[in-house]
T-cell receptor, first 113, second 110 residues
């Protein structure tokens, strides 16, 4: 059983759709992250939230919009995505943003058609 | 610019033997290194870490070696078991951001 849960696990959306990915952590952590994993590429950090404040935006296009209402929940709002945005989106958490031991969710597979 | 490189995309080892997974990095500011293990359709799971003040860290069958002068680290698994078959990611950090390699797919055959 993972301490970081992501929903939905699979999502297919059209380029004009608006959808959201949800992440919830049950570990009492204060930092949460969104990563993107594309085939044959390293994991890419997208956003970092520490104590609900966004501390890092790794040059992510504005069609990806994160939201962190509290330390346990993290959303990734998706709007007018491109087919090349199809990937596995991983949520993760750590005790705080200084703690490099991070725990990942199982990921949300996104396909943009 | 990829700062963490895992040059072997795949590795096959017989059960009971040693698996050695390698990782190279370019940023001399990295001071903390981790290995993650990933099964299909699951997120990466933290395996073992090492800070730059050490050159070896051991946890059961898993040992990580760090050679700072060569900017190289390796993960040794001994003895290897079929359940170790997974993708292994090396990661390194200097501050907050973790930099991941592309991963090495390990297959342990009976």
């Amino acid at each position: 059983e993972t301490g970081v849960t992501q929903t939905p696990r699979h999502l297919v959306m059209g380029m004009t759709n608006k959808k959201s990915l949800k992440c919830e952590q049950h570990l009492g952590h204060n930092a949460m992250y969104w990563y993107k994993q594309s085939a044959k590429k390293p994991l890419e950090l997208m956003f970092v939230y520490n104590f609900k404040e966004q501390t890092e935006n790794n040059s992510v296009p504005s069609r990806f919009s994160p939201e962190c209402p509290n330390s346990s929940h993290l959303f990734l709002h998706l709007h007018t995505l491109q087919p090349e945005d199809s990937a596995l989106y991983l949520c993760a958490s750590s005790q705080d943003a200084r703690d490099n031991t991070i725990y990942f969710g199982e990921g949300s597979w996104l396909t943009v058609v | 610019d990829q700062q963490v490189k895992q040059n072997s995309p795949s590795l096959s080892v017989q059960e009971g033997r040693i698996s050695i997974l390698n990782c190279d990095y370019t940023n001399s500011m990295f001071d903390y290194f981790l290995w993650y293990k990933k099964y299909p359709a699951e997120g990466p799971t933290f395996l073992i870490s090492i800070s730059s003040i050490k050159d070896k860290n051991e946890d059961g069958r898993f040992t990580v070696f760090l050679n700072k002068s060569a900017k190289h680290l390796s993960l040794h698994i001994v003895p290897s078991q079929p359940g170790d078959s997974a993708v292994y990611f090396c990661a390194a950090s200097a501050t907050v951001t973790l930099n991941f390699g592309k991963g090495t797919s390990l297959l342990v055959t009976p």
